[in-house]
């Protein structure tokens, strides 16, 4: 197995080209585009890897999943769904050309930013800083490592150049959705997104949510089937973005991409998987990430459809 992974590593080498690193968020600009890693948790507890698993990249984008949870956990469903809609939107990440005159929930999906950054306030905790430590105990929890922490440069460099994720949240609180004050929110949301992780906490998050809620390396429930079900689904819809029919077809499994250029993949009671290559396609998805995604469902018939 970990040979095989090795030579889709190796392999999908040759997409990098087509990609280029994050530059809209200045310190995600240097990273470096020829680094690629997978990691593979599987049902029975096996942990497969290859290349640069190990090398650490922020959260960004794959984040929103667990601030769906965290969401789902404090406030329940229908405070959720009244909010953000499950509806794939067919955009981008950070589209504001919706063409109705009134921004709703149904307009809004929590895999892009407006649903994220509005779902941050249905955490529950008296400030800002208490919502985020909430969801950074939910990422360490799920991930088994004690250790996860914020990247600061990646975090004050958006917080610093975050005018559209700014423009976003105005529009939100001028249509009524969102009422507090939008830089603690957007403080939240920025931290969130800089969560630094591997491929292997990527791949154990992942795992969580394929065996829905339960962490099937210490047999613990971390969250309810339900809410499992209700963020797998939403991936299957939206998770990649305006790229995520393309990608049913192509690779066929719920998945979360973020412009750090990580990649997380469920596979329904199977197996957690993390891949890693910063160099991303139009759509904000690592254009390698997702090749080795394509080759390993090839290789292994990952496909749910
Ligand atoms: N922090 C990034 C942003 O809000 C996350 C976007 C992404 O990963 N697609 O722009």
């Keep these: 197995m970990n040979a095989l992974l090795e030579k889709i590593v190796a392999d999908c ?7 280029r690193v994050a530059t809209y968020i200045p310190q995600l600009a240097v990273a470096d585009p020829d680094k ?3 990691y593979i948790v599987s049902d029975s507890g096996e942990e497969f890897s290859a290349g640069d698993c190990f090398d650490r990249f922020t959260m960004q984008s794959v984040v929103k999943p667990l601030i769906l949870m965290q969401a789902l ?38 895999m892009i930013n407006t649903g994220a950054i509005a779902l941050c306030t249905l955490i529950a905790g008296e400030t800002y800083e208490i919502k985020f430590a909430r ?24 917080k610093e150049t975050g005018s559209k994720n700014r423009a976003l949240a105005y529009m939100l609180k001028a249509y009524g959705m969102i009422y507090d004050p939008v830089e603690e929110i957007l403080d939240c949301y920025f931290r969130t997104c800089s969560i630094l992780v591997d491929c292997r906490d990527l791949a154990k998050i992942a795992n969580v949510f394929a065996h829905h809620g339960m962490n099937p390396a210490t047999g613990e429930r971390i969250f309810p089937k339900e809410y499992a079900r209700y963020v797998t689904a939403t991936l299957a819809t939206c ?14 499994f719920p998945a979360k991409s973020g412009v750090g250029g990580g990649i997380m993949g469920v596979i329904p009671k199977r197996m957690g998987i993390g891949v890693f290559a910063p160099a991303l396609d139009k759509h904000g998805n690592s254009v390698a990430g997702v090749h ?14």
């Design 36 to 38: 690629r890693g997978i």
């Design 239 to 252: 998770g990649m973005y305006d790229g995520s029919g393309k990608f049913a077809l192509d690779v066929g």
């Design 292 to 305: 080795m995604l394509m080759k390993l469902n090839q290789e292994m018939d990952l496909s749910i459809y």
């Design 73 to 110: 956990m404090d406030s329940g469903i229908e405070k959720v769904q009244a909010l953000v809609g499950v509806e794939a939107t067919g955009k981008p990440f950070d589209a504001f050309n919706y063409s109705d005159q009134a921004l709703t929930g149904a307009h809004i999906n929590p």
């Design 13 to 19: 080498g040759e997409y990098v080209s087509q990609g």
């Design 135 to 158: 969801l950074l105990e939910l990422a360490r929890l799920m991930a088994g490592n004690p250790n996860l922490e914020v990247d600061e440069s990646v975090y004050l460099s958006e």
